[in-house]
């Protein structure tokens, strides 16, 4: 397996071939994990302004960055130990509490692609950390809704649906002291899975050092078994978290979601907003806990 690719600029000593550092963990000659603005970037200054018509535009504003996970070319992210996966998680939780502080940001999105199919653009194993100036549609839908839920039942959803999952267990794809594992009753598509912390939180960056070596054992598990079943499926993850200007700690936990690609969307999904998941939860949940 090649260590190093002399076109990869992700890879060791290709570091010129992108823009300067934000962080790393490593010394500068034998670095582990390193974290660069992206070259093109989906948000930047927010400078540029046109109007054509009935038609006004305007360049996006925040921040794009590039954790680089590992310096091998390509390791797979199911290959990396617990200690090394925890370091990203550590990372995630670092840069997203640094970009939160930042005058004018109101999310900080960390996510990942893998494979062409998925978004990714280059093979080497990295994740994408954007801080945007508004509160993503999504999230914001997620957030409404629970706080929906707690006015009406004086409870959080994430703890009723945490305590119905261990309750059924026949949704759940694996779970330790810290966090569950589970196919969702409504997933949207074949084996997706969601990661939601046991312990009443609402905020990614309030996580504890146990509690990151638990979701770095739990994360590294579910795509060990999803790379199995699905034969190395493209995927998708992302991490959905409260927004540090809201306080949402009463009915809301952060999570992180992995969404394998098994289909391509068609016509019906992009008309009407809705999936068509014909699989099971249930026997999604029981093929990926059986080859652990």
């Known amino acids: 397996r090649p260590k190093r690719a002399l076109d990869c600029p992700f890879c060791p000593g290709n570091e010129d071939l992108t823009p300067p550092e934000i962080m790393r963990i490593g010394s500068s000659r034998s670095w582990q994990i390193r974290v660069v603005p992206n070259r093109f970037p ?12 009935l038609y006004k535009s305007r360049s ?71 801080a945007m100036p508004i509160l993503p549609r999504r999230v914001r839908e997620e957030i409404d809704s629970s706080r929906r839920y707690y006015q009406r039942h004086k409870s ?20 330790n002291d810290h966090f569950i594992g589970f196919v969702p009753y409504a997933a949207r598509i074949p084996f997706e899975v969601w990661i939601i912390p046991k312990r009443h939180r609402g905020y990614f960056t309030a996580i504890t050092t146990e509690e990151r070596h638990a979701l770095a054992r739990i994360l590294l598990s579910v795509l060990r078994r999803t790379r199995i079943v699905l034969e190395d499926p493209p995927f998708n993850f992302f991490i959905h978290t409260g927004p540090s200007h809201l ?36 026997v999604d949940a029981r093929m990926l806990r059986e080859v652990g």
Do not use: W
């Not at 005058?103 to 080497?124: D, E, Q, W």
């Open 247 to 282: 306080d949402v700690n009463r009915y809301y936990h952060y999570h992180l979601v992995i969404m394998p690609v098994t289909s391509i969307l068609g016509g019906f999904e992009l008309g009407s907003g809705f999936y068509v998941n014909q699989s099971s939860a249930e």
């Open 156 to 175: 959080c959803i994430f703890c009723r649906i945490i305590a119905e999952e261990i309750k059924r267990k026949e949704r759940i794809v694996v779970d």
């Open 60 to 130: 996006g504003k925040g921040f794009h960055d590039i954790v680089i996970e590992t310096p091998i070319h390509d390791q797979h992210i199911t290959e990396f130990s617990a200690d090394e996966m925890n370091l990203v998680i550590d990372i995630y939780q670092t840069l997203m509490s640094k970009r939160n502080k930042t005058p004018g940001v109101r999310y900080t999105l960390i996510f990942k692609n893998y494979g062409r199919r998925a978004g990714a653009s280059l093979k080497h194993s990295h994740s994408q950390v954007i």
């Open 42 to 53: 989906i948000l930047g200054d927010g400078e540029q302004y046109t109007e054509d018509g």
